[in-house]
């Protein structure tokens, strides 16, 4: 599956220069953001119809799986409308708020196979599961899913990443801590500017561009969010990202 994974990034590396060379990447969303973003679900939609494939599951978790992909393909296609700069309010009415530990719980489970290739367990605690944020789902995703991948993709095999869920003060907090190779203390101001690797990132040989954690801090800010990390080199990284909890309970 990771071979299959790196294909399809380059694919899609190839699509972006498509894109540019229509002349899209002047809409009001950055398209090198967007592309990057595609990633994931076409990823996860790859990985769950090859489970499907094996045929080996119980009932209900091809149902699961089936909605997923149904799910993962619905994100697809409203990144694709990003790309086309078609207004989402214009276009779609775009609930503006979320419930943020069924996204968790959603995003987890999206990111599992992935957690999986290196035995890493992802381990959630809530302590109230009725948690609201302002801000549409599809962006909550794009924040979530790019923690949530870097704290597998730079955790050791058979780590582990904890997800905990706290409300205090009218504010959720969203901590996000793995078991992985850490941030050096002098890297720590620089991982959210865009391009930027970490020196052991780059000496392990760890894929990537550099611009996830870039987009999940344009987003969370853009909602009126907060994202911090702290890390102790070669022990933990943690990232909590924190939101004014919204108004509105159902
Ligand atoms: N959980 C983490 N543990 C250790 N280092 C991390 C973690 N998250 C991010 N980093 C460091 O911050 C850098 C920037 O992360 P970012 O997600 O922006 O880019 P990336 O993972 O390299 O590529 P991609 O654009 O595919 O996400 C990473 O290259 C890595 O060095
Ligand atoms: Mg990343």
């Known amino acids: ?31 090198t953001e967007i592309v990057h973003d595609l990633k994931t679900p076409i990823t996860s939609i790859m990985g769950f119809a090859e489970l499907l494939k094996k045929g080996n ?7 699961e799986f089936y909605s997923i ?3 993962e393909s619905q ?48 381990i959630i605690q809530s302590e109230n599961n009725d948690i609201y944020v302002s801000i549409p789902e599809n ?27 706290l409300e205090r003060n009218g504010k959720v907090f ?13 890297e720590l101001g620089k991982i959210f500017e865009k391009h930027y690797r970490s020196e052991t990132s780059k000496t392990l040989k760890i894929e990537g561009s550099g611009l996830g954690l870039s987009i999940a801090k344009d987003i969370t800010e ?3 969010g907060t994202i911090e990390v702290s890390s102790k080199i070669g022990e933990s990284t943690e990232f909590i990202i924190s939101f004014p909890v919204a108004n509105i309970t159902k």
Request: net charge positive; aromatic share 6%; charged share 25%.
């Open 69 to 71: 992909i149904f799910s």
């Open 75 to 122: 994100r697809l296609l409203s990144l694709v409308n990003d790309i086309l700069d078609i207004s989402e309010k214009n276009f779609l009415a775009v609930p503006q708020k979320c419930n943020i530990n069924i996204q968790i719980n959603k995003y987890a489970k999206v990111l599992k196979p992935l957690a999986d290739s290196k035995n890493i367990e992802i």
């Open 174 to 186: 969203i901590k996000i801590k793995d078991t992985g190779i850490g941030i050096a203390e002098n």
């Open 139 to 165: 962006k909550m995703s794009r924040i979530l899913t790019n923690i949530i991948e870097n704290a597998i993709k730079y955790n050791r095999e058979s780590g582990k990443v904890y997800i905990d869920l």
């Open 222 to 224: 853009e909602y009126g």
């Open 1 to 31: 599956m990771q071979e299959e994974a790196k294909t399809y990034a380059k694919n899609i590396s190839g699509v972006k220069i498509i894109m540019n060379s229509l002349h899209l990447g002047k809409s009001k969303f950055n398209l």
């Open 57 to 63: 599951q119980s009932e209900e978790s091809k149902q």
